[in-house]
């Protein structure tokens, strides 16, 4: 099966507020049509969904699109966000659009953290937001290449850029919220626990952030795990 649209299968069969699906699909269609991560690109079809029919794209997403509409770089936007938010921008916003990322092979997997880093940033400060958007690309590339998912957390918990924060993921706790290294918690404890799909989407209620990440691991798992 195509690795891209393994993803977004995954995607769509978490995301039952379709905001992820949606900034998935934009992410997916400047990696096409860039063949590579292009910031800036992404930048402006982002802006273009803002100012067409956006939704669900969380307050973080659509008070830095708001202060850029109004004639300020993204960097400003996003810092300017994040001071009126105290800091409060380590959502899960970025690890819901990213991994589409992991399916372009051509990227090279030791540029996967990096240009993780960069696509959180266009909206999303806090640095919790881009290392466990990092962790979500590298997951999904390593299952992609056939690694068990065993094997796929041991890497991570062994790469010296990411290892602080996949600890904190460890240490964090299973809830509902949507701050990220709780989000990234619970979803792996459902994967971990194998789990359903369908249980972490009871789990999860209405927000329903982590059923997004469990949909799109279990997509590429199953799969592909275990396959080399």
Known sequence: ?????LILDGIIQGDKNGGPTELAKILSCSLISCKKFDKNDLIDRYYHWWQSDAFDTGPTFMMVFQKFSEGHSIEDSVMMVNKKLKGATAGCGPVHRIAPLAAFSHIKTENLVQHAKEESKITHQH???????????LLCRYLLEGASWNYAKELISQNDEIKDTWRGIQNASLNRGGYVLDVMHSAI??????KSLKDALTFAGPSNYCPVIVGIIENIRSNYANKK
Do not use: E, R, T, W
């Not at 640095?127 to 690309?137: H, K, L, R, T």
């Open 1 to 5: 099966m195509n690795n891209l649209k």
């Open 189 to 194: 404890k459902f994967l971990d626990d194998q």
């Open 127 to 137: 640095p919790d937001a881009g290392n466990c958007s990092a962790i979500m690309v």
